[in-house]
């Protein structure tokens, strides 16, 4: 199978394609044009694996939560690649990949957790259990105030965190035995644990592929 990735909920996005099981991947710097760069390093990858873009036969979508722009430039990318190339399009909630990814090498641990700094004075977080080879959730992205982080999240499992994450909630490595600090959502992660839920689901209805915010939009004016 030739399948795809776009996971573009932080400002680092990053891309994954898979041609018969090798895996190819590309980050974008955070100071790169999202909107510019994201379908010519998808055809730079196209490239390294000596295929065409026109042989994607599935995209899977990273659906945050997370940057307004960057989910919404990657889902407006991925229809519009989708409509171009026929591909079928798996739309992925970027914390279950994150969660999916953690305790599918971890097998010693049952359930994690996902913290996002969603700016603003907010949390994003989420909680998942491991249940028939995918994370079910218990607690799907939720938006909560950062002084109440270690009110609200349950004790003794393990928290996957970035600094930013770590930062907002005011904790750091050393004061959370089970914070797993510096991760970030990854494209591949995207990428396998989308062709699962394909190979069991099949494809997303296309009204379903929505940007996963928690939080209105709010437009700020930028001085010139």
Not at 27 to 32: A, D, E, K, V, Y
């Given at each position: 199978?030739?399948?795809?990735?776009?996971?573009?909920?932080?400002?680092?996005?990053?891309?994954?394609?898979?041609?018969?099981?090798?895996?190819?991947?590309?980050?974008?710097?955070?100071?790169?044009v999202?909107?510019?760069?994201?379908?010519?390093?998808?055809?730079d990858?196209?490239?390294?694996?000596?295929?065409?873009?026109?042989?994607?036969?599935?995209?899977?979508?990273?659906?945050?939560?997370?940057?307004?722009?960057?989910?919404?430039?990657?889902t407006?990318?991925?229809?519009?690649?989708?409509?171009?190339?026929?591909?079928?399009?798996?739309?992925?909630?970027?914390?279950?990949?994150?969660?999916w990814?953690?305790?599918e090498?971890?097998?010693?641990?049952?359930?994690?957790?996902?913290?996002?700094d969603?700016?603003?004075?907010?949390?994003?977080?989420?909680?998942?259990?491991?249940?028939?080879?995918?994370?079910?959730?218990?607690c799907?992205p939720t938006?909560?105030?950062?002084?109440?982080?270690?009110?609200?999240?349950?004790?003794?499992?393990?928290?996957?965190?970035?600094d930013?994450?770590?930062a907002?909630?005011?904790?750091?490595q050393?004061?959370?035995?089970?914070?797993?600090?510096g991760?970030?959502?990854?494209?591949?992660?995207?990428?396998?644990?989308?062709?699962?839920h394909f190979?069991?689901?099949?494809?997303?209805?296309?009204?379903?592929?929505?940007?996963?915010?928690?939080?209105?939009?709010?437009?700020?004016?930028?001085?010139?």
């Open positions: 199978m030739i399948a795809a990735a776009l996971e573009a909920s932080t400002r680092e996005a990053s891309l994954a394609l898979t041609v018969e099981g090798q895996m190819y991947k590309q980050h974008l710097q955070g100071t790169r999202h909107a510019s760069d994201m379908v010519p390093c998808l055809a990858l196209c490239k390294q694996a000596s295929i065409h873009p026109r042989q994607l036969e599935v995209l899977v979508l990273g659906l945050g939560p997370g940057s307004f722009t960057g989910l919404r430039v990657a407006a990318t991925a229809l519009g690649l989708s409509r171009g190339t026929g591909a079928q399009l798996v739309g992925i909630p970027s914390h279950e990949a994150l969660a990814n953690y305790l090498s971890n097998r010693n641990h049952e359930q994690v957790m996902v913290l996002q969603a700016r603003g004075g907010g949390l994003q977080y989420s909680h998942y259990q491991w249940a028939e080879g995918l994370p079910e959730v218990l799907p938006r909560i105030a950062c002084e109440l982080a270690s009110e609200l999240l349950p004790q003794g499992v393990p928290l996957l965190t970035d930013a994450g770590l907002a909630a005011g904790w750091s050393s004061d959370e035995a089970q914070v797993v600090g991760v970030l959502p990854e494209a591949s992660s995207v990428l396998r644990l989308g062709l699962e190979q069991r689901n099949g494809p997303t209805p296309t009204e379903r592929l929505r940007p996963l915010y928690l939080a209105a939009f709010v437009p700020k004016v930028r001085a010139r």
